[in-house]
Every structure is written in structure tokens, then in C-alpha cells.
């Protein structure tokens, strides 16, 4: 059991006494009262801890509105009735007393919350073990509430806290095989195994061009496996051939049909369509370029 948790018990005890002996008179919801703080529980613990703060006039017709850990304000609570709110210890608390806020003032508790050394966090194991840029990884292991980062071997994650327990992150681009590292209050914590980055999967594509009388240029891209991400909203630019070689003279994106359609300036010469290279999915499916057969306009 962390020392925290001994004290809690110890001074929750105590603050249970005095909740007792207290007198909570509730104001009637139409009248308002500045909020009363009588007892929190529990009394100490870590960043991110939930704390059930239990008082007066939290929700009469003047609702609370901010709840502050020695003036660090909670990012996150919850006002449960008019006796109870239940809010979490904020990054960058200190131990000193905890205020609740409404239009009608502020009340503070007469003992203070005393925040505790925050554990450090543990990577435990995260799947899936390897993939491409885009990949969304879910990582499991203790201590994550208030994580600020996590890195695939240093590369910044975009992520999501799911628990204390579970991380949801995803990698992004440039970055390269390697540990998973979690950092939060209490320090970092790095995976003993590396997440290996793998190449994105590949999509060969066709381009089809057929011209019409005062020129328009129309065709189909179609993807191997009829991948649909790399059909759809694909661009697709028109080019003809002049004396310094090939130049794009109208371009359209294709829409759900994987079609396009585009109005050329009339004139005769050699045509062809291009479509170029492109990356789909957050990185995890590479479109490759494809290059239409050559038509003549006459």
C-alpha cells in the first residue's frame, strides 16, 4: 500500500467525524447560497486521482461553476447533486486546500488535499507489434492518467487516454522503428520491445482517356482489388504533347463512380492523363501514379 493511501485512511477517518457532527442544512433550489465544503475523500493522492468532494449549495439555482486544488483549477468534474461534486486532481496541483466556485462565491475546505508523488508509468505491452505510418496502436500498462506524450522511439503520437491502465495512439509520420515511450507527472516509461514501422501497402492503378468532339476528356481509374480509396477523389490531369514535351491542359478529380470529366480547349494533337502517386489512410496505403494509353485529336 503507497503512503498515501495509509494517510487517506487515517485522515478520512477523521474528516468522516466531522462530517457527522456537521450540520447540512440544504438551501431550498430556489434560493442561492455560496457553496460549503465540508469533507473530501479521498484526502491524498496523485495527479488524475478522482476526489468525491461532499458539501453544500453545489447545484441550487446558483450552479457550480469551477472546482480548484489549491487554486489549480479541475479540467474535469462532475457536480453528482447538490451535496456532491466529484472532480480530478489537475496537472500541475499542489497540496493546499480545495475550493468550489458559483455565482454566489466560494467555498474552501477547511483541510488541505495533499497531492502525491504521481507513479511512473509502465508500457506492459502494445498491439499491434508492428505496422505502417497511420497505424492505431493500443498500448497497456499502469500509471496513465495525466500522460502529456507518448513517442514511437521519440516521434511525438497523437493519443487518447482510455484509463489509468490503456492508451490509444497513432503513428505518424517520419516516424521510425522503436520503443514506445509514455510520459506523465510521474516520469516516462519506455516498452522493453520496439514497435517496428513497416512500409505502407501498395496500389497498383489504371488510367483510361477517351476524347470527344470539341474537346472533352473523359475516363475511369480503377485500382487493383477496386481499392476504393485510391479511385475515388483521385486527380486525374489532361495533358498534351507539345514541342518541349508534355503539358497538363485541364484536370478533374474523380467522383463516386471513380469518373472523370473535364472541357479541353479545342485542338488537335496528342493526348494522354495522368494520375499521380498518392497517400491515403494516415500514411498506411500508397496509390501508385498511372499513366493513360496516348489519344490523337483530329
Known sequence: MYSWQRRTATV?????LAF???????????RAAAPLVVVFLPATGPIGMSVTITGTGFDDS?????VAFNGTAATSFSIDSDTQITANVPVGAMTGPVTVTDGEGTGTSAVDFVV???PLPTVLLFVPLSGPIGTTVTITGTGYTGTSAVTFNGRPASFDVNSDTEIVATVRKR???GPVSVTTP????????????????????SVSLRLRLH???????VAAGSFDACEVGAVAKIQRRGPNGWRTSGRDATGGRARYREHLADR????????????VNGGQDVCLRAVSPVRTHR
Open 186 to 205: 510521474g516520469g516516462t516509461g519506455t516498452s522493453p520491445t520496439d514497435f517496428t514501422v513497416t512500409p505502407p501497402t501498395s496500389h497498383a492503378r
Open 268 to 279: 488537335v494533337g496528342t493526348y494522354r492523363t495522368v494520375v499521380p502517386r498518392r497517400v
Open 62 to 66: 446558483s450552479v457550480a461553476n469551477a
Open 116 to 118: 502525491a508523488p504521481s
Open 175 to 177: 516516424t521510425t522503428t
Open 20 to 30: 457527522a457532527g456537521a450540520e447540512l442544512v440544504v438551501a431550498p433550489a430556489a
Open 215 to 221: 474537346l472533352v476528356a473523359t475516363g475511369r481509374v
Open 12 to 16: 478520512g477517518a477523521a474528516l468522516a
